[in-house]
């Protein structure tokens, strides 16, 4: 099974920073990755697909990068909605799996 | 606008079973992958398995086999998520969700972009 990892766990940021999220592969998954916001009490929303792409209603703040183990989830500006815990997801082969999750927070 | 409708929540003894509906509405149902993600109480998400119900052919997790069975219905437009002996770890939101490709990985996956509202499951005795 490919196992996702991402850092840093947690993180504390301030309204308007710019914010990176890494996320890693145990072998390459091409860039059959995606990303998905997770706001408490809800269901998870597709931000990022495809490593680089942006879902369609998403806010162009949002943006992926990376290919093969190595991918990075970008937010330029953040917004008070942002706030939420973030995950990775490999579509690379069966068992799709999430990275642990990042928890974006308040400064 | 695609809808995904879960049924609603349960409570469960160990040993026990467990069916979850997810009825789809406002799009194309046969198509598309339908998976199953569960989240514990604080925990991160978990991918059980995925059926594309025009294929009626269901791919799991190992971790799940033989516990796990799921199945769609095109005629009603709902897939279904079973669990069996239930154990106190089962506690969990159980979400369905379909992939906006046409497969469950690889070259068909393009990410889960509808999800259900989720059925919490709860496992006591």
């Known amino acids: 099974d490919i196992q996702m990892t991402q850092s840093p766990s947690s993180l504390s940021a301030s309204v308007g920073d710019r914010v990176t999220i890494t996320c890693r592969a145990s072998q390459s998954i091409s860039s059959y990755l995606n990303w998905y916001q997770q706001k408490p009490g809800k269901a998870p929303k597709l931000l990022i697909y495809?490593?680089?792409s942006l879902q369609s209603g998403v806010p162009s703040r949002f943006s992926g990068s990376g290919s093969g183990t190595d991918f990075t989830l970008t937010i330029s500006s953040l917004q008070p909605e942002d706030f939420a815990t973030y995950y990775c997801?490999?579509?690379?082969?069966?068992?799709?799996?999430f990275g642990p999750g990042t928890k974006v927070d308040i400064k | 606008q695609v809808q995904l409708v879960q049924s609603g929540a349960e409570v469960k003894k160990p040993g026990s079973s467990v069916k979850v509906s997810c009825k789809a509405s406002g799009g194309t149902f046969s198509s598309y992958a339908i998976s199953w993600v569960r989240q514990a109480p604080g925990q991160g998400l978990e991918w059980m398995g995925g059926?594309?119900?025009?294929?009626?052919?269901?791919n799991y997790a190992q971790k799940f086999q033989g516990r796990v069975t799921i199945t769609a219905d095109e005629s009603t437009s709902t897939a279904y998520m079973e669990l069996s002996s239930l154990r106190s770890e089962d506690t969990a939101v159980y979400y369905c969700a379909r992939d906006q490709g046409l497969g469950i990985a690889a070259a068909g996956s393009r990410g889960f972009d509808y999800w259900g509202q989720g059925t919490l499951v709860t496992v006591s005795s």
């Open positions: 997801q490999q579509s690379y082969s069966t068992p799709l799996g």
């Open positions: 495809a490593a680089s």
């Open positions: 059926i594309i119900p025009i294929f009626g052919t269901a």
